[in-house]
């Protein structure tokens, strides 16, 4: 079992920085491949960023966040992070953590295929 949970959500103006951390409670953390995911009222479950066991095994982002946003993991503290830099109003979301047993990120795996997920915590970005 892999409890996820996430923290570092808040209120930010548009353009500022947040830095959301996922600690996660399993021996064998770097087996797992991590992730971030966010959900706005009234839409899908939106692929954000992943990254494989190892940093050098590939990370990858979604579209919108792509030179904006930062997914890196300290395997030695079990924590996977996701850095948000130059945020939009549009990011405003609740941000979840995934975790999948698989060593290597898996890009275009629908969300409900993950059997890990976090808490989430939620950005909120002003205008």
């Known amino acids: 079992q892999v409890q996820l949970v996430e923290s570092g959500g808040g209120l930010v103006q548009a353009g500022g920085s947040l830095r959301l951390s996922c600690a996660a409670s399993v021996r064998t953390f770097s087996t797992y491949s991590m992730g971030w995911f966010r959900r706005t009222p009234g839409k899908e479950r939106e692929f954000v960023a992943g990254i494989a066991w190892s940093g050098g095994g590939g990370t990858y982002y979604g579209d919108s966040v792509k030179g904006r946003f930062t997914i890196s993991r300290d395997n030695a503290k079990n924590t996977v992070y996701l850095q948000m830099s130059a945020l939009k109003p549009e990011d405003t979301a609740v941000y979840y953590c995934?975790?999948?047993?698989?060593?290597?990120?898996?890009?275009?795996?629908?969300?409900?295929?993950?059997?890990?997920w976090g808490q989430g915590t939620q950005v909120t970005v002003s205008s």
């Open positions: 995934v975790a999948d047993n698989f060593p290597l990120w898996r890009p275009g795996r629908r969300p409900d295929e993950y059997d890990y």
